[in-house]
């Protein structure tokens, strides 16, 4: 966002749920940042009865955490996307330990028939915009 100050300043005034101010996993930023976070469609709070965390969409059915948000608990994954109050079941379909990433598939398509192709498109939801060129190697990122 230091690229376009503007954007930044004019995501940072919107209404901001007390869900987002209030958030524990995002007491390290300032108010103005998690709601700028919270603006930022692809991102997710990723629960499990043992953890919670942060994680992004990947595309429209793949978000991205930490593997240590996962590492105790992979049977009761929950997600929450910050763009509404609804809870999807999500499946860990991919760890990196080494790297601390996991990844994530919201719960499945139901193919049985046209209501259930209706409810499931219900969930379906934009993904965050990743680089368009590879990282030096060693690079943070």
Not at 95 to 111: C, K, S
Request: net charge negative.
């Amino acid at each position: 966002m230091k690229t376009d100050p503007e954007g930044y300043q004019e995501l940072s005034e919107w209404d901001c749920p007390e869900k987002i101010v209030n958030a524990p996993f995002l007491q390290d930023l300032p108010k103005k940042d998690r709601c700028v976070s919270y603006h930022m469609r692809c991102n997710v709070v990723v629960g499990t009865d043992k953890a919670m965390g942060s994680g992004f969409f990947y595309n429209s059915r793949i978000i991205i955490t930490n593997y240590h948000v996962v590492e105790k608990d992979s049977s009761s994954v929950k997600i929450e996307p910050f763009v509404n109050d609804n809870e999807y079941s999500g499946e860990v379909i991919a760890v990196d330990r080494l790297n601390d990433f996991a990844a994530i598939e919201l719960e499945p398509y139901n193919n049985s028939g046209y209501s259930s192709f209706l409810e499931s498109i219900s969930n379906v939801f934009q993904p965050c915009f990743l680089a368009n060129e590879s990282p030096d190697v060693g690079a943070n990122v």
